[in-house]
């Protein structure tokens, strides 16, 4: 008899998730945050060129599973005007592996008047929160640009080096360059895409993957190319970025953040070269979501939005292996 009947995670590590979730409740109930649900189907997909959804049957009627809850929470936040939260299950087509399940949780809250710096400091400290709740000590802190951490590891400014200097680099340091990694010479938006797929294989090879593993690391101000629904501003440098944030123990990301694009116009302008971008990457295009786009026009309060992986931050604070250690049951058992 198989034993993939039996629960993927142990009972210790159970409660020790149903802790974190009540600490995480906790955490927002104290700070007057509102909880609230949102529907898992929406009838458009998310455009992002990076992220597939799953597709749902009902008749003649076909909907996808949210990749995340934020497009039905922008819309709430665009007409209540308030800060709100949800622990909501989410779902990418193709993402299984020691760090990934097509099926998992997620926390994302939003913050109306909250700047970037404001979130990041409330982010660190909810996973101190669930941390203590844990019986763990605090998480030491680093918080440092994309551009510095690029510079410190690589010694190539990020905002300014093309494909070829980060070929030449990984060449130089003797790396196992991916085959699908091309060295263009063309112009225009095959070159942002190339560029871009660059920066992400040598910023998880060569970046994340020397971060501390008993370190929070932030990482702020993006690549603009990489701006996805964050606002765009010009750092100290006079350099265009993304006002973005990304959290990480180890090499393990656990929250991606935005100062939040407002702007209706731009964001239709985005999805359309999400599309574009599709296109090239040999994938389907998607309609837009109307509804998002309709709450956008109607005024998004300026505002900071993030989310965290509730499964990744289990396995860093308890130390498991893989993503199946600490969800009842995996993708292998269902």
């Known amino acids: 008899m198989s034993a993939f009947w039996r629960s993927s995670a142990t009972l210790a590590v159970m409660h020790k998730r149903a802790r974190m979730l009540q600490a995480v409740r906790a955490f927002f109930a104290a700070r007057d945050v509102l909880e609230i649900e949102t529907p898992l189907l929406a009838s458009a ?109 690589c010694g190539l400014n990020p905002h300014r080096c093309g494909v070829e200097q980060l070929a030449d680099f990984a ?62 501003a010009d750092n100290a440098f006079g350099e265009k970025v993304a006002r973005r944030f990304e959290c990480y123990i180890g090499a393990l990301e656990l929250a991606n953040a935005y100062h939040e694009l407002t702007e209706y116009g731009e964001q239709r302008q985005r999805f359309e070269l999400d599309n574009n971008k599709r296109h090239l990457l040999n994938k389907p295009s998607v309609s837009y979501d109307r509804y998002v786009l309709q709450a956008l026009e109607h005024g998004l309060p300026d505002c900071a939005g993030v989310s965290v992986g509730l499964d990744r931050l289990l396995m860093a604070l308890t130390g498991a292996p893989s993503i199946d250690r600490v969800i009842s049951y995996d993708w292998n058992r269902v």
Not at 48 to 53: G, I, K, T, V
Not at 55 to 62: F, I
Not at 187 to 198: C, F, M, P, Q
């Open 45 to 153: 997909a998310v455009t992002d060129p990076h992220l597939d959804s799953m597709r749902v049957h009902s008749g003649e009627e076909a909907r996808v599973l949210n990749t995340s809850p934020e497009y039905c929470m922008k819309r709430f936040v665009s007409e209540h005007r308030c800060a709100v939260y949800q622990v909501s299950k989410s779902f990418r087509a193709g993402e299984h592996g020691p760090l990934h399940n097509p099926e998992f949780t997620m926390l994302e809250w939003y913050r109306p008047g909250f700047s970037l710096e404001q979130l990041m400091t409330e982010t660190g400290e909810l996973i101190q929160a669930v941390a203590q709740a844990l019986g763990q000590p605090p998480v030491a802190v680093r918080q440092l640009s994309y551009r510095e951490l690029f510079m410190e590891l």
């Open 171 to 232: 060449r130089q340091r003797g790396l196992d360059i991916p085959q699908g990694l091309a060295i263009r010479n063309s112009t225009g938006l095959k070159d942002v895409i190339a560029r871009d797929a660059w920066l992400d294989w040598l910023m998880s090879t060569q970046v994340v993957a020397a971060l501390p593993a008993d370190q929070l690391t932030v990482i702020v101000d993006f690549p603009a190319s990489q701006c996805a629904l964050a606002q765009l």
